[in-house]
């Protein structure tokens, strides 16, 4: 499991690489599994079930994609863009500008209080 500190590390290394060398060394991360805490960045209805979701992530420069049903998440329809979200899934595919994620699950993570 990929964990928030490994991908730090991950993506430093691939953005470390020569890049034509890059995709390849994305490739490597595909179909493993993360669990990651990210900020909500937007969302979109794709259906009538479905919602496409993205996300940023402190490792990378990335934008995280996901599709849900928003069913499974009510509490989705009241996020605010940079909401803190515990995400845990499997990456099924890496681009020079975004991590898709497959078999999502999603839940809230709450703030501190001062």
Same mark, same amino acid.
């Given at each position: ?5 490994? =991908?730090?590390? @991950?993506?430093? &290394?691939? +953005?470390?690489?020569? *890049? $034509?060398?890059? =995709?390849?060394?994305? =490739?490597?991360? @595909? !179909?493993? +599994?993360?669990?990651?805490?990210? #900020?909500?960045? /937007? !969302?979109?209805? &794709?259906? &009538? ?8 992530? &402190? ?6 994609? #996901? ?10 329809? /009241? ?7 515990? $995400?845990? !899934?499997? @990456?099924?595919?890496?681009? *020079?500008? #975004? @991590?898709? $994620? ?5 839940? *809230?993570?709450? +703030?501190?209080? *001062?």
């Amino acid at each position: 499991m990929i964990t928030t500190d490994d =991908a730090v590390r @991950i993506f430093s &290394e691939i +953005e470390a690489r020569p *890049p $034509l060398m890059r =995709a390849k060394a994305r =490739a490597t991360h @595909i !179909g493993k +599994e993360v669990d990651w805490t990210a #900020t909500f960045f /937007s !969302g979109e209805p &794709e259906d &009538e079930q479905r919602v496409f979701l993205a996300f940023r992530h &402190e490792a990378s420069d990335k934008m995280i994609f #996901t599709r849900v049903v928003m069913a499974d998440y009510p509490w989705l329809q /009241s996020m605010q863009r940079g909401a803190l979200v515990r $995400l845990h !899934g499997r @990456i099924s595919d890496i681009g *020079p500008l #975004t @991590i898709d $994620l497959k078999a999502a699950s999603l839940s *809230p993570v709450a +703030e501190a209080v *001062p």
